[in-house]
């Protein structure tokens, strides 16, 4: 039984670029939450996805979108890279959102 | 603004001993709340989830609840030197998705 997957597992980007963010939920899970943790803090809550609809926003800038496929994986986008978005970005599966919520392996996000 | 508040640590005990780590939360509609264990450059993974009010035992790892105090508390009895970690308190958010709450985390080290 496959758990969370995120890929890449790091990625390099240069300010103001736009980086894709990937993540497939674990068996049978159907909602995707994305969180961001930076350096000696929590995870913070970004959004969260739902059949195909964001559900639920944390207090992120417009500039964080995401999408939910078919299949239940989603994608997070990030445009005009700060250096400030430089963190962990993690990605947590949940069977109708009312369920333990699973973690996949994060994706370590470094913008020079 | 709900929050979720832990001693950062670095909480030390002799490996062998009982580890005690503390959460308290302002969400007071709040039902539901995990301890997620990070190691270093690693992802949370859930240890516990308690739901109700008293202790709920898990091998080595008794969560406490008290929803009056709004008070959340992890033990590990034997501690081992595998267990030296970050600890996350999270909390769902009440009248949401699933939306988690974290703590910053209490470092855990456990010494030989």
């Known amino acids: 039984d496959a758990g969370v997957t995120q890929s890449p597992t790091h990625l390099i980007k240069t300010r103001g670029q736009q980086v894709t963010l990937r993540c497939s939920p674990k068996?049978?899970?159907?909602?995707v939450s994305w969180y961001q943790q930076a350096l000696g803090q929590g995870p913070q809550f970004i959004f969260q996805?739902?059949?195909?609809?964001?559900?639920q926003r944390g207090n992120f800038p417009d500039r964080f979108s995401g999408h939910q496929f078919p299949n239940y994986s989603s994608e997070l986008n990030v445009n005009a890279l700060l250096l400030g978005d430089s963190a962990l970005y993690l990605c947590?599966?949940?069977?109708?959102?009312?369920?333990?919520?699973?973690f996949g392996q994060g994706t370590r996000l470094t913008v020079v | 603004q709900k929050e979720v508040e832990q001693n950062s640590g670095p909480l030390s005990v002799p490996e062998g001993a009982i580890a005690s780590l503390n959460c308290t939360y302002s969400?007071?509609?709040?039902?539901?709340f995990f301890w997620y264990r990070q190691y270093s450059g690693k992802s949370p993974e859930l240890i516990m989830s308690?739901?109700?009010?008293g202790d709920k035992e898990d091998g080595r790892f008794t969560a406490q609840l008290n929803k009056a105090s709004q008070y959340v508390s992890l033990l590990i009895r034997d501690s081992q030197p595998s267990d030296s970690a970050t600890y996350l308190c999270?909390?769902?958010?009440?009248?949401?998705?699933?939306?988690?709450?974290f703590g910053a985390g209490t470092r855990l080290a456990v010494h030989p």
């Open positions: 308690i739901y109700s009010n």
């Open positions: 068996s049978g899970h159907d909602t």
């Open positions: 969400d007071r509609g709040s039902q539901s």
């Open positions: 996805y739902y059949e195909e609809e964001e559900r």
């Open positions: 947590a599966s949940s069977f109708q959102g009312r369920t333990e919520a699973f």
């Open positions: 999270a909390v769902r958010e009440s009248g949401g998705y699933n939306k988690l709450i």
